[in-house]
């Protein structure tokens, strides 16, 4: 058969998966501090022993998109946005510190700390566990001061810290969790004191809606195209073999 | 199949669920003693379709892999007990809890369950219930030819009646609190149950060690904000006209291979 056919349907099949990432990227354009992940296509030439005249193409994802989101102002006191660069440390489901922009965080019974998709906040010292409180409130470092139950106005007391990480943004990736950690070397992150957080705000996501929504209609297009080139190898061999045909 | 179509699918069922929220919080506008619910969103799992840092031959290895996302996922709602405002109604069975903690309200199946919701009146026999009837726990008689009652801010609830013109305890109104009232189950009628995630109900005071002061004749309206909504409204409305774009692009890449092959 020929080649161009095998080509063209790569090139349609990875589409589909650059569609896929950008339709992921439009489905949560409403979740708290979600990252969007770019998606591009990369030319992978055959190597061997003749003519590199195929090229198939290869869909990857090089990067997450770490700008920052839209600030929406919620007034709970326990809602925290991080301003501008940082992260938020979390345990993830193995126990292990990973990173995440999140910060829409509620207490348990027990009075742990935990964010909207429920991994435990780590603040300092580990997990931060808060005792009954009447009034709780997050400085711009990071710093939970409660007014326990019962508890006069003067006597606050500070509790811990979130503890916020400045990671290298070269070598920071999205896991299948959805959460971020370090591609390589350290894998805990130090806080960073200088990093500061908003309360009273979360997050939204950082989707370019406009954006994605383009990117799916031209991806939609150069399909069609790949498409075409399908036909056009079809077309080819029909008229070969009619030409070609014996009686 | 395509992936983009389920993907977008989630995408539609979340904005769906986000705008029921949205609009039953706006049902609730002037309900009193209400607190503002909001979606919850999170992203699906991602699956590896190629792996980063793989060998693309002995001798290289692929820079960025491929992984990709598989949708959006609602975990729940919140309930957000930010405190409403206080509406003077000069009623004197109207009360409102100015900071945390709840009324406790005796379900006629025996249960507890708890509102924020202080539209209190009397019975046939003269026992203080909530709007729906359901009886205040602990329970007050008001004596008959009672000419006023008094609630004090520390729930201490006192009346007048025509014979006597002293003042005398009938009395104490208790409220309770929970460590994470996010995590209380709201059952309709203003009220709540305690849960798991709420934590065991604490009963106090009011206006004592952190517990919320009683208002007479106030009524805490709803929290939710109009602005707030109507803003929300409409980014979800384009989010989910964007979303069944993509279903509808992902049809008819489907469509096109199905023509013209």
Avoid at chain 1, 80 to 93: E, K, Y
Avoid at chain 1, 159 to 181: C, H, S
Avoid at chain 2, 81 to 96: I, R, S, V
Avoid at chain 2, 114 to 124: E, I, K, M, Q, V
Wanted: proline share 5%; charged share 20%.
């Amino acid at each position: 058969m020929d080649r161009a056919l095998y080509i063209a349907m790569t090139g349609a099949k990875n589409n589909m998966m650059a569609q896929t990432s950008h339709s992921n990227n439009l489905a949560n354009a409403s979740t708290t501090g979600f990252r969007a992940d770019w998606a591009q296509a990369r030319a992978m030439p055959v190597y061997g022993e003749h003519y590199p005249t195929r090229a198939y193409s290869m869909t990857e994802r090089p990067a997450t998109d770490f700008n920052d989101g839209p600030l929406n102002e919620t007034g709970n006191a326990l809602d925290v946005a991080v301003a501008g660069d940082g992260f938020l440390s979390v345990l993830d489901a193995q126990g292990n510190e990973a990173y995440t922009r999140r910060g829409d965080l509620a207490v348990t019974p027990l009075g742990e700390l935990i964010n909207g998709a429920g991994q435990p906040v780590m603040g300092n010292g580990g997990p931060i566990v808060l005792p009954p409180y009447e009034k709780l409130d997050i400085g711009d470092d990071g710093t939970i001061s409660i007014r326990p139950a019962g508890a006069g106005p003067n006597e606050m007391l500070v509790i811990d810290a979130l503890k916020i990480v400045n990671p290298d943004l070269q070598n920071f990736e999205k896991g299948t969790d959805g959460l971020f950690r370090p591609r390589e070397g350290d894998e805990v992150l130090e806080a960073d004191p200088a990093l500061r957080v908003v309360s009273g705000f979360v997050e939204g996501s950082n989707v370019n809606a406009v954006a994605e929504l383009t990117n799916i209609l031209a991806i939609n297009r150069q399909y069609e195209m790949q498409i075409k080139m399908m036909k056009a190898a079809d077309d080819v061999s029909q008229a070969a073999e009619q030409l070609l045909r014996l009686n | 199949m395509h992936k983009a179509l389920w993907v977008a699918k989630t995408g539609l069922e979340a904005q769906d669920i986000a705008l029921a929220n949205i609009s039953n919080n706006m049902a609730n506008a002037s309900t009193t003693g209400y607190k503002k619910e909001r979606a919850v969103f999170q992203d699906l799992i991602y699956q590896v379709q190629r792996q980063p840092g793989a060998q693309s031959t002995q001798n290289t290895q692929l820079p960025s892999g491929l992984q990709l996302g598989t949708g959006v996922r609602t975990v729940g709602t919140q309930k957000m007990f930010t405190q409403g405002d206080l509406n003077m109604t000069e009623q004197p069975l109207d009360m409102a809890i100015n900071g945390r903690g709840f009324f406790q309200v005796l379900m006629p199946d025996g249960n507890i369950s708890y509102t924020r919701d202080g539209t209190f009146h009397l019975n046939a026999n003269g026992e203080i219930v909530t709007a729906s009837g359901y009886l205040l726990e602990p329970n007050i008689q008001v004596p008959e030819q009672t000419k006023t009652i008094t609630v004090g801010t520390d729930g201490i609830v006192t009346a007048v009646t025509a014979n006597d013109n002293i003042p005398f305890e009938i009395g104490q109104i208790d409220v309770v609190d929970f460590v994470n009232p996010a995590g209380l189950q709201a059952i309709g009628s203003n009220l709540y149950l305690e849960t798991a995630a709420s934590g065991q109900p604490q009963v106090g005071v009011p206006s004592l060690d952190g517990f919320g002061a009683i208002i007479q004749g106030a009524l805490e309206t709803s929290n939710v904000t109009i602005v707030e909504e109507m803003v929300d409204m409409i980014s979800t409305q384009r989010a989910y006209e964007m979303n069944s774009k993509v279903v509808s692009t992902a049809d008819q890449m489907l469509g096109f291979i199905n023509q013209n092959l």
